[in-house]
Each structure stands twice: as C-alpha cells, then as structure tokens.
C-alpha cells in the first residue's frame, strides 16, 4: 500500500498563483497530483482535493465569492458530501467558507495591510486525515502571505465550532491577521474537509525555511492512499 501513488486534483481557477506549487508538493510527497479546470463539472478519479492559494477570478467582489460558483466547486461539494477528502489553501479556504462547506468567513486582516512571512501554528487536533502526522500541541512554522485572513465567526458559531472541536490550527506565537480565537485551520464536523490560511506546500523543504507544511500535505496523502486501500 506505502508504493501507492494516490491522485490528488488540484483546482486551477482564474487567478490561481499557488496550484503549481501545490502541484509540486504533493509530487514530492508520494502524490500523483493532477490539475482539475474551474469550468470542469466534474472531477477526474481522484482520492483528495486541493483548492490552493491565489486570487481566484481577482478577488473581486469578496475574496473566494465567486468561486463558489464555478462548475468545479458543485463538483468538489458533491465530492465531499460522499466523504472525499478536501483541503483548502488560503484562497481555497476563502473559497470553502463562502462555498458553506465549512464554517466561518475571512475577512480583511486587522492591520488592513497584506501580510507575508513565516508564523507558528499550534496543532490542536491530530485526529484529522489532514494532520496525524502531527501531534497535539505541536507547533509548525509555516508562512502565510495574504490580506484577507482574520477569520470570523459571531458568537453563536464560535460556540458551536468550540463545541464540535472544529479548529485544528491556531496561531501560537503572534495572531498575525487578527483571527477569532487564535484560528488558522478548521475543518467540517465530518472532518474530510479542511482550510487554513498558511501555505503548507511553500514548507515542504527545510531549505525552504521549513518542512513542517510536508507534516500536513503528507497527512493527506496517507488518507487518500488508505482510502485508494479500501476501494480497491
């Protein structure tokens, strides 16, 4: 089973700067990883589906607005409504928040600037197909480069995401865009769909600062290879 190569799709939308570097990462991390076309109503057979970093049709409107509307999109909802496995980037966690597929908005960073550097996450759960490689506690030093980053909840969902143990990621060190509750990551209350503002794939090299974003990108690899596992 460790020989297998899963495929993992990549949506590419207009304004997409991070899906070649998804791309390469999940490559180097044991993936066969395939480019999937915003226009394209359907996914090719896939284990898992990254929605990667950018500025999906420019960000007009609202940052992930109106990706939520490409064909690709009903695609990618359908597929994790069967339990398909789903992880968004920065703009494709944008992307899932408006889309509903997880809880929560991004709005524009307290600073009201566009931040870009390295940050330490802590991970809070390591029960997740998109962080057993980790542990509990555990912090990660991944970069973030975005303007639109401090997620939001009122009180009521905060309540509720607190309740259902949603948030895997929190900012340790500094909150860096003014996040709700310290939260970099969330994931669904199914658990097969996760976002988070930090750019794993740009720290999958320690010569790249870091390595520690291959502890989640790897995470997911494994699921999509356990899940190939029980299907065939």
């Not at 992307?95 to 960073?109: I, Q």
């Not at 310290?182 to 769909?193: C, R, S, T």
């Given at each position: ?25 999940l490559g180097a991390l044991g993936a066969e990883a395939v480019p999937v076309w915003h226009a394209d ?164 090299d320690p010569l790249l600062g870091s390595g520690d974003g291959a502890l989640i990108l790897a995470s997911l690899i494994d699921a999509a290879r356990e ?6």
């Amino acid at each position: 089973m460790s020989d297998v190569r899963p495929r993992v799709g990549v949506v590419v939308f207009p304004g997409s700067n991070d899906d070649r570097d998804a791309l390469w990462a999940l490559g180097a991390l044991g993936a066969e990883a395939v480019p999937v076309w915003h226009a394209d109503a359907s996914l090719p057979d896939v284990g898992a589906v990254v929605l990667p970093g950018g500025f999906s049709y420019g960000d007009y409107l609202r940052a992930g607005a109106l990706a939520r509307f490409a064909p690709a999109l009903a695609a990618v909802a359908d597929f994790a409504a069967e339990g398909g496995l789903v992880l968004g980037i920065c703009n494709g966690f944008q992307v899932l928040c408006e889309a509903g597929l997880l809880p929560g908005v991004l709005r524009p960073n307290a600073s009201l600037t566009f931040v870009c550097r390295d940050v330490e996450v802590r991970v809070e759960r390591d029960d997740t197909p998109f962080t057993t490689r980790c542990r509990v506690g555990q912090r990660l030093r991944i970069p973030i480069k975005h303007g639109e980053g401090c997620w939001f909840a009122d009180e009521a969902l905060l309540r509720e995401v607190a309740d259902l143990d949603q948030v895997v990621l929190r900012y340790a060190v500094e909150n860096p865009n003014g996040s709700v509750d310290h939260v970099a990551g969330v994931v669904n209350p199914e658990g097969n769909v996760m976002g988070l503002m930090p750019h794993p794939e740009h720290a999958v090299d320690p010569l790249l600062g870091s390595g520690d974003g291959a502890l989640i990108l790897a995470s997911l690899i494994d699921a999509a290879r356990e899940a190939h596992a029980v299907t065939t």
